[in-house]
């Protein structure tokens, strides 16, 4: 019985202990606030004596990434002064064969690291691929890219072969799907070219050519020449005749055009009919008429300076001002 009392008043005091000490404050949940500058939070002022116990918050990593500066590779200095003509070929499906072209590089090409722009420039009737080299082009482009007069470009001279002798319109199996489908692919894997800045131009029935395929496609070039151009009313169907076209081609605005012809020149004729109607409708063209000349290489080779010229003329003058191959 004693055991018992004593028991009792044992738990009582404990009771009456418990009932005096002060309510043990509740653990509040956690609100966890992200933001781009720190949050400051004050402490109820009941907790305020605990304070000295609580740790140093530890520093977080800011959330926002960093941007991560990638440098420019610098490369060495070139001090090639002569560009490279070269020989090549690639498989043509049209043809079922090999198409050769000549191909002329810039100086420092490999070694530059830019995206240079394309220049196509199509033969005329009677000649192959070499007639432009033969013409002296690579000697005048080295020249004129020593003085910054032309702008560093590659220049693919492709062979026209049958598909432009015989004005083949078939579709699928023309010049303009040669050039389009199979050249451009070919030098766009091979080589750093630009995106969008290409031009063509060619000499006769190269000069018809490159206005036909220019006008029927203006999204591909941004210039287009056409040197002693072949223009007849009835050797193409009007979709594909630059002399119809001239009239109802559509998104023209942004692409150049010259044309060029010795005043004795038999198609002087229809280059100043196809001129009037360009620029009756507004549209950028240059038509120049030679005193002298004639229909040949010799008069020819002699406006390689101005040619080169005119497609140089959208685009930059020194290597440093070209896209790098990265971009």
């Known amino acids: 019985m004693k055991n018992i009392r004593l028991l009792l008043l044992t738990l009582g005091l404990g009771a009456l202990l418990l009932a005096c000490e002060p309510l043990a404050p509740q653990t509040a949940q956690q609100v966890i606030v992200v933001t781009n500058t720190p949050t400051f939070a004050l402490l109820p002022s009941s907790t305020a004596l605990l304070v000295n116990n609580i740790p140093s918050p530890t520093p977080q990593p800011s959330l926002a990434p960093s941007a991560t500066v990638i440098a420019t590779p610098t490369l060495p200095p070139c001090t090639q002064e002569n560009g490279r003509l070269f020989e090549s070929a690639f498989n043509s499906a049209i043809t079922d ?63 026209g072969g049958l598909l432009q002798e015989n004005n083949t319109f078939e579709p699928g199996a023309s010049l303009e799907d040669l050039i389009l489908s199979e050249l451009v692919p070919h030098l766009e894997e091979r080589l750093c070219l630009q995106a969008g800045q290409r031009a063509i131009g060619g000499i006769s029935r190269g000069g018809f050519w490159a206005f036909s395929m220019a006008l029927r496609n203006p999204d591909q070039f941004v210039s287009v020449g056409g040197h002693s151009p072949f223009f007849v009313p009835d050797n193409a169907p009007t979709s594909h005749n630059p002399l119809a076209l001239a009239a109802f081609a559509e998104g023209l605005e942004g692409v150049g055009m010259y044309l060029d012809n010795a005043q004795n020149d038999l198609g002087g004729a229809n280059n100043l009919l196809i001129a009037a109607t360009l620029q009756e409708r507004g549209l950028q063209v240059e038509h120049v008429i030679h005193p002298t000349g004639d229909h040949s290489n010799d008069y020819w080779s002699e406006h390689v300076p101005d040619y080169l010229s005119f497609y140089s003329a959208p685009w930059a003058r020194r290597l440093e001002d070209l896209p790098t191959c990265q971009s």
Request: hydrophobic share 45%; with cysteine.
């Open 97 to 159: 064969g090999l198409v050769p072209y000549n191909l002329y590089l810039p100086p420092c090409f490999f070694e530059s690291g830019r995206r240079f722009p394309l220049l196509i420039l199509l033969h005329g009737s009677g000649y192959i691929y070499r007639q432009w080299g033969e013409l002296g082009l690579a000697a005048e482009m080295d020249a004129g890219l020593a003085e910054e007069r032309y702008a560093p470009m590659v220049i693919a001279m492709p062979e």
